[in-house]
């Protein structure tokens, strides 16, 4: 348990000059913008998709409706 612990503190850092947490903010912002703007492009697309399938099974239906001759 020593050990582990000892692990642990050796990756901590925690600055005394606070403005060194700027840039990390920054940069963790940055990342949970971008993911926020990839999720909403995959959602789009997923909605699209699922349109255009549904889109598909009715006009599939429709033709199979149809009286043949």
Known sequence: ???NSWLVYLFLYFPENKLEYIPAVLELTGAVA???IVFYFIRRS???QQAAEQEK???DKKKQELPRH
């Open 1 to 3: 348990m020593l050990v």
């Open 57 to 59: 099974k009715v006009l």
């Open 34 to 36: 971008l993911c926020i």
């Open 46 to 48: 997923s909605k699209k």
